[in-house]
């Protein structure tokens, strides 16, 4: 194996390519200006200024991996909203979905007769009996905790260093030099979060076990792939000694999906025949419309219940008006029938196989000291040799530069991968030639790097 491209090189195509940008983007670069009069840093949510360029690209459409900006460039969408949009932009169920049932209420505080139906069909992917509606997966979890928490009488929860569980204020503790520091950039924090959470490392089953002796942890919350700092895959026997090391101590087992559903229709835990006590999804359950669940084992839904007997009547802090609503839950149906089954998944991770392996040849060809990952039909390079098998070792090796300069050069040549790492999905759209196109592109970038 070489050598990472030389810093100067980097440099270089990150200026170059920010100045492309900026001459091919004039009708985004006006947009920018207008729209930063009124929303914070110029954008209606703030991480949409996380691609690193001089001003957001504004979309104009984007139906299944096609995406139009609004100079009338187009692109072929491997980012697929980080997840959101993973079975393509406007999937024609959803859309037929939407018209057909628009037109009979969106929101009445009230069940719909599709409660039943997506009951039984969470049941059917997940293996899990019981489940609530929430609109994301951030909800979901800060739900699921405040159960726990509930049910076990345990005020602690555990995460695992750089883990990502969305907007939920515990979860944000990482681990500095062995010692769990709560994230600076949380903002507006005024709680020690290290006196609720504890953090180890993911694959250290040894911190695992000292970190739950005390039996005062309500719940493990764990992604069974980490995957907020590259993809971190879990190491041999690793997940079956967390489920052993929680059963033991009488600490709920948490799995959030909601990234490692690529792994198939149920998600990484139906897979490799998980056993959790609960279980977290969002993103692209609706189609892209905000909606998530999470779902219950029987013992815990019982504990659950016998906890509801005695509760004091008032404000739970569980659920949102709308939540469960009626267009939430046709949307989840429409999905969940026409996706979550190993035929739709089937030809997405014959795909990505071939995007994997299409990666592999172009770190072989260019003597790179890098490594590809998959899991499902989710594909990620990270710019390093060596995989790492933890989320401080991945943070730690994580090349920013070298990372924005190949997300800027594919841009700005038409595709697109997710701004935050080197991650890929195949969708029901994505075509052989969409990943051909990718794959010869990068090999141009990384050419033009190593010369």
């Not at 995957?227 to 600490?251: C, I, S, W, Y």
């Amino acid at each position: 194996m070489g050598a990472n491209p030389g810093e100067s090189a980097i440099k270089a195509m990150l200026e170059r390519e920010e100045h492309f940008f900026t001459q091919r983007n004039p009708k985004s670069e006006d947009l920018s200006r207008r729209t930063a009069r009124n929303w914070l840093r110029g954008v209606p949510m703030h991480w949409m200024v996380d691609w690193g360029m001089p001003f957001p690209l504004f979309v104009a459409s984007a139906v299944g991996v096609d995406v139009t900006d609004a100079d009338g460039h187009a692109y072929v969408d491997f980012c697929l909203g980080d997840t959101g949009a993973m079975f393509g932009h406007s999937p024609p169920p959803v859309v037929a979905a939407l018209q057909r049932e628009g037109a009979h209420g969106f929101t009445t505080m009230m069940p719909s007769p599709d409660a039943a139906v997506v009951g039984d069909l969470l049941e059917r992917a997940f293996g899990l009996p019981v489940w609530q509606v929430t609109a994301t997966a951030s909800d979901a979890n800060r739900s699921i905790l405040r159960w726990a928490r509930a049910v076990t009488g345990r005020r602690k929860i555990l995460v695992f260093n750089h883990a990502y569980h969305g907007a939920v204020d515990e979860t944000f503790v990482s681990l500095e030099n062995g010692r769990p520091v709560a994230d600076p950039a949380l903002i507006g924090e005024v709680r020690d979060l290290t006196s609720l959470t504890r953090v180890v490392e993911f694959n250290d089953p040894a911190a695992l076990d000292a970190a739950l002796a005390d039996g005062d942890v309500a719940c493990v919350l764990a992604e069974p792939i980490m995957t907020n700092v590259g993809m971190v895959l879990p190491q041999p026997g690793f997940l079956d000694h967390l489920r052993a090391a929680t059963e033991k101590t009488g600490t709920l087992l948490i799995l959030d999906e909601t990234h490692c559903i690529s792994s198939g229709p149920g998600g990484y835990t139906g897979a490799h025949g998980l056993k959790p006590d609960g279980l977290v999804m969002g993103k692209p359950l609706a189609g892209g419309i905000p909606a998530a669940v999470y779902g219950l084992s029987a013992a815990f839904a019982d504990r659950v219940n016998d906890f509801l007997k005695t509760r004091t009547p008032g404000h739970s802090g569980i659920g949102t008006t709308l939540s469960g609503s009626r267009i939430q839950l046709a949307l989840m149906r429409a999905v969940l029938e026409n996706y979550f089954t190993d035929k739709a998944y089937a030809p997405l991770i014959a795909l990505a196989k071939k995007l994997e392996k299409g990666i592999a040849q172009v770190i072989i060809k260019h003597g790179l000291p890098w490594h590809v990952t998959r899991a499902g039909a989710r594909v990620e390079f990270m710019c390093v040799a060596t995989p790492p098998k933890n989320g401080g070792e991945a943070a730690r090796v994580i090349h920013q530069p070298l990372d924005e300069a190949i997300h800027h050069y594919l841009l700005n040549r038409g595709v697109i991968i997710t701004p935050f790492h080197n991650m890929m999905l195949i969708c029901p759209a994505t075509t052989e030639a969409h990943v051909n196109r990718l794959l010869t592109t990068l090999d141009s970038c990384v050419a033009e790097l190593k010369s």
